[in-house]
């Protein structure tokens, strides 16, 4: 089969271990008086507000059905049980492929919780996730999407720890009028419940939906958007080397998350400045919720080094090598410039190193080689979320050669062996933006 890269390449607009001595008896006797020191109180009871009680984090509807996932592995922040939501495929044909998404909706690693807690709630606990959801984007069915045919399973987030998480019951420490508290980062637990689940057949809550075992034969898309494209990275390499034990052939897709690096921007105060909080959130991050990030990163890198492992552009750009890979960002993503922009650069510089970072995804390979170029398709747009937004799936485009191009086309022609490189300017030279919504996940 003949493969066609499609590459813009106008220009911008806008312009880029230790020893421990024994203690001495004054030292024992330390320990003795704090050993009785209560226990700090779990999230739900730790804090003064009143959470915003409002939504879910999904809209209801009957497309999609719940999973309650029942171990004590797979817990929420707050310890209420993880969910899913699942629908069978639409067909016997389509029984043995999957299209999974990892909702988003950014996190916390420390005492940063507590307002997490107190303003978006919904992303921390499922107490309030409905029986089922209605569908959307990538998980529309119907006869504009040639995937929605698929096994269809969501996963609800909220471990606040982007997929990665490792640790139960962790005291996080008082900070200035945030008292300490204990909460659980459980994301690696959910997803492994996830899939312990789909193995066996999972069935829906109420018993509407009852899904074929996850078995070989087919393929299977893992995406997720935003905090989830996060997960995405951070699980890649070894759930698609889960998926193929079944037999099932893995494809990527990462949305809204592809943030430019050191090679991408300009050097100076903004860049110090950016590059010193990834550090920081990292080693906060490391403390509390310990994430499992992709093991070839970690190994290729010192101590010193890994935080470029939690950092989308970086580890997506490099070390995502046992499936093809799809990314997809807005080049003025409005999310994602946030943290750049606070750091001192402009949006003008963001974009530009947006549209770097994805050209040179697309043309060279990272540190660790993949079979294909990773396809990328960036639209000269600002919305961020574009996975599952019905609208920015697949009626925004990007004209190429005078032929629209949509998102959902895009990640259909690489799925068919096209390498795909379709990146426009900001302003935008080729793209047709729709109205940017609010949509963070």
């Not at 309650?68 to 495929?89: H, I, Q, Y």
């Not at 043995?96 to 307002?115: P, R, Y």
């Not at 060279?364 to 996975?387: F, W």
């Not at 998102?407 to 935008?428: L, S």
């Given at each position: 089969?003949?493969?066609?890269i499609?590459?813009?390449?106008s220009i911008?607009?806008?312009?880029?271990?230790?020893?421990?001595?024994e203690p001495?008896s004054?030292?024992?006797?330390?320990?003795?008086?704090?050993?009785?020191?209560?226990?700090?109180s779990?999230l739900?009871?730790?804090?003064?507000?009143?959470?915003d009680?409002?939504?879910s984090?999904?809209?209801?509807?009957s497309?999609?059905?719940?999973v309650?996932?029942?171990?004590?592995?797979?817990?929420?922040?707050?310890?209420?049980?993880a969910v899913?939501?699942v629908?069978?495929a639409?067909?016997v044909?389509?029984e043995?492929?999957?299209?999974?998404?990892?909702q988003?909706?950014?996190?916390?690693?420390?005492?940063?919780?507590?307002?997490?807690?107190?303003?978006r709630n919904e992303?921390?606990?499922?107490?309030?996730?409905p029986?089922?959801?209605?569908e959307?984007?990538i998980?529309?069915?119907?006869?504009?999407n040639?995937?929605?045919?698929a096994?269809q399973?969501y996963?609800?987030?909220?471990?606040?720890?982007?997929?990665?998480?490792?640790?139960?019951?962790?005291e996080?420490?008082a900070?200035?009028?945030?008292?300490?508290?204990?909460?659980h980062?459980?994301g690696?637990g959910?997803?492994?419940e996830?899939?312990?689940v789909l193995?066996?057949?999972?069935?829906?809550?109420?018993?509407?939906?009852?899904?074929?075992?996850?078995?070989g034969?087919g393929?299977?898309?893992?995406?997720g958007?935003?905090?989830?494209?996060q997960?995405?990275?951070?699980t890649?390499?070894?759930t698609?080397?889960y998926?193929?034990?079944?037999?099932?052939s893995?494809w990527i897709?990462?949305?809204?998350?592809?943030?430019?690096?050191?090679?991408d921007?300009?050097a100076?105060?903004?860049l110090?400045?950016?590059v010193?909080?990834r550090?920081?959130?990292?080693?906060i991050?490391q403390?509390?919720?310990?994430?499992?990030?992709d093991q070839?990163?970690?190994?290729?890198?010192?101590?010193e080094?890994?935080?470029?492992c939690d950092?989308?552009g970086?580890g997506?750009?490099?070390?995502?090598?046992?499936?093809p890979?799809?990314?997809?960002?807005?080049?003025?993503?409005?999310?994602?410039?946030?943290a750049?922009i606070?750091?001192?650069?402009?949006?003008e510089?963001f974009?530009?190193?947006?549209?770097s970072?994805?050209l040179?995804s697309s043309?060279?390979?990272g540190?660790?080689a993949p079979?294909?170029?990773?396809?990328?398709?960036?639209?000269?747009c600002?919305?961020?979320?574009?996975?599952?937004?019905?609208?920015w799936?697949?009626?925004?485009?990007?004209?190429?050669?005078?032929?629209?191009?949509?998102?959902?086309?895009?990640?259909?022609?690489?799925?068919?062996g096209?390498?795909?490189?379709?990146?426009?300017?900001?302003p935008?030279?080729?793209?047709?933006?729709?109205?940017?919504?609010?949509?963070?996940?």
């Amino acid at each position: 089969m003949s493969i066609i890269i499609y590459l813009l390449t106008s220009i911008l607009a806008c312009g880029n271990k230790e020893t421990t001595a024994e203690p001495s008896s004054d030292d024992t006797a330390e320990v003795e008086d704090t050993a009785d020191v209560e226990e700090a109180s779990f999230l739900t009871e730790a804090f003064s507000c009143t959470p915003d009680l409002d939504g879910s984090g999904v809209a209801s509807g009957s497309d999609l059905m719940k999973v309650t996932l029942n171990s004590e592995n797979a817990l929420c922040n707050d310890g209420s049980p993880a969910v899913m939501f699942v629908r069978r495929a639409a067909t016997v044909a389509d029984e043995q492929n999957w299209v999974f998404h990892l909702q988003g909706g950014g996190g916390c690693g420390g005492s940063d919780c507590e307002k997490r807690w107190c303003e978006r709630n919904e992303k921390m606990t499922s107490v309030r996730a409905p029986e089922g959801m209605l569908e959307k984007g990538i998980l529309t069915r119907g006869p504009q999407n040639e995937l929605g045919n698929a096994n269809q399973v969501y996963v609800y987030y909220c471990s606040s720890d982007n997929w990665a998480g490792t640790q139960q019951n962790v005291e996080v420490d008082a900070v200035d009028e945030i008292p300490a508290f204990r909460i659980h980062f459980n994301g690696k637990g959910i997803l492994e419940e996830v899939f312990s689940v789909l193995e066996a057949g999972a069935v829906s809550d109420g018993g509407e939906e009852t899904l074929p075992p996850l078995v070989g034969g087919g393929w299977a898309l893992w995406t997720g958007t935003s905090g989830g494209c996060q997960g995405v990275m951070n699980t890649a390499d070894r759930t698609a080397e889960y998926l193929r034990s079944l037999g099932v052939s893995p494809w990527i897709v990462c949305d809204a998350n592809y943030s430019p690096t050191t090679l991408d921007l300009p050097a100076g105060e903004a860049l110090d400045t950016y590059v010193a909080q990834r550090k920081l959130r990292f080693e906060i991050n490391q403390q509390y919720a310990q994430p499992a990030f992709d093991q070839s990163c970690l190994d290729a890198h010192p101590e010193e080094e890994e935080y470029l492992c939690d950092w989308t552009g970086y580890g997506l750009r490099n070390h995502i090598v046992e499936a093809p890979l799809f990314v997809r960002m807005s080049l003025a993503d409005n999310t994602i410039s946030k943290a750049y922009i606070d750091a001192g650069f402009t949006m003008e510089e963001f974009a530009l190193g947006v549209r770097s970072l994805m050209l040179r995804s697309s043309s060279e390979d990272g540190n660790e080689a993949p079979e294909r170029p990773i396809a990328v398709y960036g639209p000269g747009c600002t919305q961020h979320v574009g996975l599952t937004d019905n609208e920015w799936f697949f009626e925004t485009l990007i004209y190429v050669n005078e032929n629209p191009v949509s998102f959902h086309d895009a990640v259909v022609a690489w799925m068919g062996g096209m390498d795909v490189a379709v990146v426009d300017t900001v302003p935008p030279t080729n793209s047709v933006c729709g109205e940017a919504t609010d949509d963070t996940d």
